[in-house]
C-alpha cells in the first residue's frame, strides 16, 4: 500500500493508505479528508478535487495534461503545482506523497 499524507489549511494531517490504480481523490473520499468535495466523482468535469502537490513530490506526480489543465482553470487559488485528485494515479513512486488541500473548492 501506498501511503498519502493529505494536509488541511490548518496543518492537520490525514495519513491515508492507497492501493495502486486508485485515484488520489479516491483515497480522499474513502477516507473522508476534509476539503475534497469531488462533485463529479472523478470524471475531471469538475474542480472540487483541487490539490496542492508538495514541492518535493511535484516532479515525481508530473504536470497536468490539457483537459486537466482547462478544468484548473475553474479552482481557486490555483498554484504551479495545482492538480486535480481524480487524475493522479497511485502507484509505487508516490509512497510517501504529501499534498496539501485548498482553503476552498471552486
Not at 501511503?3 to 490548518?10: A, D, L, R, V, W
Not at 496543518?11 to 492507497?18: I, K, L, P, T
Not at 511535484?58 to 495534461?65: L, M, N, Q
Request: glycine share 8%; charged share 25%.
Amino acid at each position: 500500500m501506498t501511503k498519502i499524507t493529505f494536509i488541511s489549511p490548518n496543518g492537520e494531517e490525514f495519513v491515508v493508505e492507497a492501493a495502486n490504480g486508485t485515484t488520489v481523490m479516491e483515497n480522499a473520499i474513502r477516507n473522508d479528508v476534509p476539503g475534497i468535495e469531488a462533485e463529479c466523482g472523478g470524471a475531471c468535469s469538475c474542480a472540487t478535487c483541487h490539490i496542492y502537490v508538495d514541492d518535493e513530490w511535484a516532479e515525481i506526480v508530473g504536470s497536468p495534461e490539457v483537459m486537466e489543465e482547462d478544468m484548473l482553470d475553474f479552482a481557486y487559488d490555483v498554484r504551479p503545482t495545482s492538480r486535480l485528485s481524480c487524475q493522479i494515479r497511485v502507484r509505487d513512486e508516490l509512497d510517501g506523497l504529501v499534498v496539501h488541500v485548498p482553503e476552498r473548492q471552486g
